[in-house]
């Protein structure tokens, strides 16, 4: 990747902290720079798998939603990088455990082959309790493995990913804080609960909070809207993410 396309993406980065689209068009001109099929950006959480926070390009949104109610937690790459150093690139082909049996798993089988998918490259951009933010780039069958020279110049753009992601969601806050939409909540009789683009609260009517201490279904985890059932949890945060998208 030559210099001036790295540059082109860091620009590329940053415009998307006040962009309407967020890091769309970014992971759009990462995904034709860096020779994929696909790329995902997402917030995921490490014990019940919800998806927060969605930017895709290049994949069909019925695998996207299989990928979120079912497979995030089979991703044998996802799970590496779960308990390896954040800021790396890490590939299927170059790093997970027993690579020779990649091929087997029922992961593998049913949602990666399908696809016409041959490997993946990912990395931890941001972890935040159990939430972590994460990129994956897609390679098909007609398309080379990842090299290692390709994960070193892929980290070059993380600390501006990770610079990014945490000014658009303080520019987020100060936005919604000023929008007179949260305040016309209040006059609603029915729970009225307004989140970001990363399932964050940024405001609920008296009936919303009267909902979330009564100690149902809904909870919040470090202001992220969440469910008690895990399955549920996978539905609410796939719903979310399609509802900010749309």
């Known amino acids: 990747m030559k210099q001036s396309t790295i540059d082109a993406l860091i620009g590329s980065i940053y415009a998307a902290v006040t962009a309407a689209s967020g890091f769309q068009q970014f992971i759009a001109e990462f995904s034709a720079a860096a020779g994929a099929s696909g790329v995902l950006l997402i917030m995921r959480h490490v014990v019940s798998q919800e998806l927060q926070g969605v930017w895709v390009v290049g994949m069909d949104p019925a695998y996207l939603q299989s990928y979120a109610l079912r497979y995030a937690g089979e991703d044998v790459l996802a799970l590496h990088m779960e308990h390896s150093p954040i800021g790396r690139f890490y590939a299927s082909n170059l790093d997970v455990p027993e690579r020779a049996h990649y091929h087997e798993l029922p992961f593998y089988r049913d949602w990666v082959q399908p696809q016409g998918m041959a490997y993946a490259a990912g990395c931890v951009i ?15 069958t007609a398309q080379p493995p990842f090299s290692r ?3 070193v110049q892929l980290e070059r753009l993380v600390p501006h990913l990770q610079r990014a992601l945490q000014m658009r969601q303080r520019f987020a806050e100060l936005r919604l804080g000023r929008d007179m939409l949260a305040g016309s909540l209040d006059v609603l009789a029915m729970p009225a609960l307004l989140c970001d683009e990363r399932g964050r609260m940024a405001h609920c009517n008296r009936s919303g909070r009267a909902l979330l201490e009564a100690g149902g279904g809904l909870w919040l985890d470090g202001g992220l809207l969440r469910a008690r059932s895990e399955p549920v949890a996978r539905q609410l945060a796939l719903a979310l993410c399609g509802a900010v998208r749309a």
Not at 126 to 137: A, D, H, M, P, V
Request: net charge positive; aromatic share 12%; no cysteine.
């Open 149 to 151: 020279r390709t994960m």
């Open 126 to 140: 941001l972890r935040e309790g159990q939430w972590l933010t994460q990129i994956f780039l897609q390679r098909s």
